[in-house]
């Protein structure tokens, strides 16, 4: 079944918006999957004693292999077997791209039916980030983002999501970044929205978490979950009692551009998102990200600065963080970044407002791997060129409105400063 809504914008104009993938077959069986007692559960039922579900988790979580050679605590008898049956092969790599002096890598990866995604891996002085992909495409049809206009394949299933994660870090691990390298961090910013799959990246945070054996027990507070604003989604998150850090993918303060700019505005607005966003901070104690794509004379603003850092404050101070980025360049956009002096403007105005921000460097862009360009070798490139730009050209079309501070500016603001 594909669930879809249909929200209108201001122009009456419905938009779909993709939630649920075409029903497919599903990926095998994998002990990413499930948790340590379904394992365990798993194998007696296979007629194996529940230890040895113990034994498989902790070669592929801790050694981060799937050899039955490197197996050598199962008996050699029906090993390989057993350990295809519990970690089948899930995706191949299809291609490498190096980038930033080989301090950045995009990985394409295929899976067990053709499907492509990409993840990016970037080493830096003090730590190492993977972006993974939660979905292959994505259904939320933002205009500025590649990966948007390519639309929705599939959800990505749990083990798929952490195959990505085992997979990049034995190549970080041998060497591909340079010198060996462990993955401290992890973004949900790859391609798809990840509050749409939400059971599945659940679940993959669980296994990212939890000790070995259960997981590879990473610190939750270095995993990011990105999304472009799925209010009920982010409310059942901050109910979860997994204090990883939140992004939300803002990109403009006020409901008549972000409607246009993020088409799930039109169900969820500003207001409400920034409430569920402060929410999750309470929750979870956890500095929310905000996420902003500056985009040239479309967001960028000065009267924008001030609204995002008055919503901001009129919440409480210190609960969220800026990231401005300038936009990246993807297939057929007719929008570019700010430039330099309105990156710098828009950054001081909220700082003098008491708003931490920090503009976010575009690791990748050279080889089509920063925000929002996922999926260019992925999909056909020129029909993704041409959604993109009629896209844009129909909200440059509504645009005049949006871009002058609204004559109530002055009050609006005072009415939340008061
Ligand atoms: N769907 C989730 C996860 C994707 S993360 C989300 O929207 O948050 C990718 C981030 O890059 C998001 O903040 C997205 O809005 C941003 N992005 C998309 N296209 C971009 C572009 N062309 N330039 C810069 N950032 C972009």
Redesign the pocket.
């Known amino acids: 079944m594909v669930k879809q809504v249909r929200p209108r914008n201001e122009s009456g104009k419905e938009l779909t918006l993709t939630f649920h993938e075409k029903r497919r077959g599903k990926p095998p069986r994998h002990v990413a999957d499930l948790g340590r007692e379904e394992r365990r559960a798993l194998l007696q039922e296979m007629g194996f004693p529940a230890f040895r579900a113990d034994q498989i988790s902790r070669h592929y979580f801790a050694h981060r292999t799937v050899d039955p050679a490197d197996m050598t605590d199962l008996p050699e008898d029906g090993r390989e077997q057993l350990v295809g049956a519990l970690v089948p092969t899930l995706m191949e790599k299809v291609s490498e791209q190096f980038a930033d002096g080989g301090r950045t890598l995009k990985v394409l990866w295929k899976l067990y039916d053709g499907v492509v995604v990409e993840s990016v891996l970037m080493a830096y002085p003090d730590r190492a980030t993977l972006c993974l992909s939660s979905q292959a495409g994505?259904g939320?049809a933002?205009p500025?983002?590649?990966?948007?206009q390519a639309g929705l394949t599939r959800n990505l299933s749990a083990a798929e999501i952490i195959e990505q994660l085992r997979l990049n870090m034995k190549l970080a691990e041998s060497g591909a970044l340079g010198e060996s390298t462990r993955i401290t961090n992890v973004v949900?910013?790859?391609?798809?929205?990840?509050l749409a799959n939400y059971r599945a990246v659940q679940q993959s945070l669980h296994r990212m978490i939890k000790p070995v054996p259960e997981g590879f027990g990473m610190s939750a507070r270095n995993i990011t979950v990105?999304?472009?604003g799925l209010v009920p989604a982010i409310e059942k998150l901050a109910a979860e009692n997994l204090p990883v850090t939140l992004?939300?993918?803002l990109?403009a303060p006020d409901d008549g551009l972000r409607d246009d700019l993020i088409p799930i505005n039109s169900r969820y607005k500003v207001g409400e998102l920034l409430d569920a966003a402060r929410l999750y901070y309470v929750k979870t104690g956890r500095r929310v990200s905000i996420?902003y794509?500056l985009i040239r004379d479309m967001n960028d603003h000065k009267w924008r600065a001030e609204l995002l850092a008055a919503e901001l404050n009129s919440r409480g101070k210190g609960w969220a963080h800026v990231n401005p980025?300038?936009?990246?360049?993807?297939p057929g956009?007719i929008w570019t970044a700010s430039t330099n002096s309105a990156t710098r403007s828009f950054v001081d105005t909220l700082v003098e407002r008491g708003i931490s921000t920090t503009v976010r460097d575009?690791r990748g862009s050279d080889i089509d791997g920063?925000?929002?360009?996922l999926a260019a070798e992925v999909v056909d490139r020129d029909n993704v060129a041409r959604r993109a730009k009629k896209a844009q050209q129909a909200v440059e079309a509504r645009l005049a409105q949006h871009r002058e501070e609204p004559k109530d500016f002055a009050d609006q603001l005072a009415t939340m400063r008061s």
């Open positions: 994505c939320m933002c500025f983002c590649a990966t948007g949900f910013m790859g391609m798809g929205e990840p990105s999304t472009v992004a939300v993918s990109h996420e794509a980025i300038p936009l990246n360049p993807t956009s575009t920063a925000c929002g360009q």
